[in-house]
């Protein structure tokens, strides 16, 4: 996910799309507690793509 194609959303988008990524870093989490997560690389990925979201909820909001 790169972040000029999330300054082309709108913020109804990029709340749409926070809300699906929080819920997959939950999941990965919950597998990861659990000894089901193959590939632990995933938890930083999803923790980039959230940041990366609000960065552009904010430069949408100003």
Do not use: G, P
Request: no cysteine; charged share 30%.
């Amino acid at each position: 996910m790169n972040y000029s194609d999330l300054a082309e959303k709108t913020a109804a988008e990029l709340n749409a799309m926070l809300k699906e990524k929080k819920t997959e870093l939950f999941t990965l989490k919950i597998k990861q507690k659990m000894m089901q997560l193959q590939n632990t690389s995933e938890l930083k990925v999803a923790k980039k793509d959230i940041a990366k979201i609000n960065t552009a909820l904010t430069a949408v909001a100003n």
